[in-house]
């Protein structure tokens, strides 16, 4: 029978058929903690003098390990509930082993293979259209689907275009006789005022302004003081 010690370590024990048998053979071995508990196909089993079956059977100890107080697993789905699910699955492997990355590519090649014809085509089809196009352009032919021809509609649009013209040369020449008749009698009221006015008078700097008469004065002046020195002179002899 296969025993597992509470050491990880199995055992294949000879003539073995009770759980006392198995403590027994397994103290030759290893030293096994003070409580321990005996299991055989996932059930405990309680009296160790009862028959076992030939399966394997594990001793481990009855207290269990000695660890924390626990909550890890809470800890564990708070921190998944945060973590983002990712949609790339390329680094993936299949049921056969394959990366689903290779996969993807392998099938995105055969479908670049498999349209190359359609794509061929396609372009051969392009080509011939700008041929036409062009040779079309040569030709004269290239027309429009929405181009509007009427000969009677281009006659008169025509005609419109040379009345208008026509018309603004009008207005134009009239508004530059109108123009040039202001400007003659402008010109007629202009010389018919200076010629009632007279020459124009000259006008001197401002400090010739009244001084016209100032020789004159002087001259006067300068006799009466000369007279008036001569009559002193008189009665100053005859005195």
Known sequence: ???????????????????QDALDALEAKEQLPLAVRLEQNGKVVEFYDSQLDNVTLYIIPKDGLVGGKGGFGSMLRSIGAQIERTTNHEAMRDLSGRRQRDVNNERRLKEYIAGTAEREKVKEENKEKKLEKLRRIAAGENKCKHDFSDPAYDKVRSETEEKVHDAVEA?????????????ED?????????????PPKKRGLWIGDGLEGLSDL??????????????KSKSVVSG
């Open 218 to 231: 002087s001259d006067s002046d300068s006799d009466e003081e000369d007279e008036e020195k001569g009559e």
């Open 1 to 19: 029978m296969f025993v597992k010690s509470p050491q990880q370590a199995l055992y294949w024990f000879d003539g073995v058929k009770t759980g």
């Open 171 to 183: 207005a134009m020449a009239v508004a530059s006789a109108a123009s040039s008749s202001k400007q």
């Open 186 to 198: 402008k010109l007629g009221k202009r010389g018919s005022t200076e010629a009632s006015a007279g």
